[in-house]
């Protein structure tokens, strides 16, 4: 029996010494609580992370610990109130460590809460790192918006003006495509908004830059020469084919980048092509049975409504999906009006470079500009700043445009002309002088008429139209 009696002394010892071993080597600090709260014992650990020592602790209840400021509160506490395991973080002024604490109380056959273990991590550190990659976060934040400035400076040294917040979150989400190198961008925006430019924004920041920019009005071709302006033929492909045959535009952006301008006029057989090359890379000639291999990036634009155009099955929904993997939504002119200012200044500035003269606006007339709605967009605003330039005889394009910028309608012009004494020159007569002048000034420096529509902001039918009005040949 006491050989027994003393195995089982020794037992007793050695698992007691186990535990301890255990206990205090644990690199988290661990509370043993009674069922009252009342401290039965802490490791080492826990001596450390809260700075106070055992025999300071232990048989004093957890409450009075907390009223002495020992730590700002207690695990212990909420787990004698829910009778459940409970998490809390824990601050120590003593230390300046923030404890993660978790609570598992151990229970009696009846229910009763017989012990309270808690276990103490160490999130200081993990806080810390935390906190640093936040404030890292924001610096990075903070550079991202420096650079992102920085460019939108080098954009208005690139002939890009952005004041409003509108173009500008525009121009920045240009740049930062052009740097990921992103394709298959759709460019929307009413006519004269400057898409056009955008996508040579957009290639000229991107690494494709030493390699071509292609750009092709979809609109201006007829459906057969359209194809074969994009896609080539091969020799004898179709009559007046020339006998070498030609490349198309696509392998001339081998590298770069194809502007598909006015994509939804694009005709419904030729959708099809464009999407094969879209989807394989691959293209053929017109006449031409062997794929050639194509790497460009392709841009779109339009100032159609192509979810329209698909919905009335003029445009191809697929291809429609396929071409706006990222959307650019330019808003029109009379929707940023804090840009017309200094779009002013810089198109009068380089219209007085242009024709070596040093005209002036005052406030009253920048106004006025400011107030038009602009139905022809930016590149009315340029053709309004060029011509004053060139026809206004004074030193101050005031009064021209102020007859430009007139929102009234021709109908109302006449009207009140017809009250006006004769003798009297009207504002309608003083528009259409104008405008004859103007249409006889660009017919002597445009070859065609689709050139003259350009070059004033308007269609070649109402060109053609108003040189049969003006007698202008």
């Not at 020592?53 to 048989?59: C, F, I, L, T």
């Not at 017809?418 to 528009?431: C, M, V, Y």
Request: net charge positive; glycine share 6%.
């Amino acid at each position: 029996m006491r050989a027994v009696g003393k195995f089982d002394e020794l037992s007793y010892e050695y698992l007691n010494r186990q535990f301890e071993t255990i206990f205090h080597s644990s690199s988290d600090g661990i509370w043993v609580c009674d069922g009252n709260g009342v401290v039965i014992n802490i490791n080492k650990a826990s001596e450390t992370l809260n700075g106070i020592r055992a025999e300071d602790v232990v048989g004093h209840s957890i409450k009075n610990l907390v009223a002495r400021k020992v730590f700002d509160q207690s695990v212990t506490t909420r787990v004698l109130a829910t009778g459940k395991r409970q998490t809390v973080m824990q601050h120590i002024p003593k230390t300046g460590k923030d404890l993660l604490s978790t609570g598992t109380p151990s229970l009696t056959e009846d229910g009763r809460i017989a012990l309270i273990v808690v276990n103490e991590r160490d999130m200081t550190e993990l806080n810390t790192l935390r906190q640093e990659f936040e404030e890292s976060q924001q610096v990075r934040e903070k550079y991202r918006q420096e650079l992102s400035d920085i460019s939108l400076l080098e954009l208005e040294r690139n002939d890009i003006v952005a004041e409003s917040s509108a173009m500008r979150r525009i121009l920045q989400m240009a740049l930062k495509l052009s740097h990921i190198g992103a394709s298959n961008i759709l460019v929307l925006g009413e006519s004269g908004t400057g898409k056009g430019l955008l996508a040579r924004l957009i290639h000229k920041n991107s690494s494709r830059v030493t390699h071509p920019l292609v750009e092709i009005n979809c609109a201006a071709l007829p459906e057969n020469l359209l194809e074969a302006e994009l896609f080539g033929y091969e020799k004898g492909a179709f009559t007046g084919a020339d006998e070498k045959g030609k490349i198309g535009l696509f392998e001339l952006a081998q590298g770069g980048t194809l502007f598909l301008d006015e994509i939804g006029d694009m005709p419904l057989p030729l959708q099809a092509k464009l999407l094969k090359y879209l989807d394989n890379k691959e293209i053929r000639r017109v006449g031409g049975t062997r794929s050639i291999k194509i790497e460009c990036a392709t841009i779109a634009a339009t100032n159609k409504d192509l979810q329209g155009l698909v919905a009335e099955k003029t445009f191809r929904k697929d291809l429609y999906y396929r071409l706006n993997s990222f959307i650019l939504q330019i808003p029109p002119l009379r929707d940023r009006r804090e840009d017309i200012a200094g779009l002013t200044r810089f198109y009068l500035s380089e219209a007085n470079r242009t024709y070596k003269c040093a005209k002036t606006i005052s406030p009253k007339a920048m106004r006025s500009l400011q107030e038009y709605r602009f139905p022809g967009n930016v590149r009315e605003l340029r053709n309004i700043l060029e011509n004053a330039v060139v026809m206004s005889n004074d030193d101050q394009i005031n009064e021209f445009i102020l007859a430009s910028v007139s929102d009234m309608p021709q109908d109302d012009l006449r009207q009140r002309s017809a009250a006006i004494p004769a003798g009297e020159q009207s504002l309608a007569d003083k528009l259409q002088a104008y405008e004859k002048e103007l249409l006889a000034e660009a017919r002597k420096r445009c070859r065609t008429t689709r050139e003259v529509a350009r070059r004033l902001g308007i269609s070649q039918p109402s060109v053609v139209r108003k040189f049969k009005q003006y007698k202008i040949r």
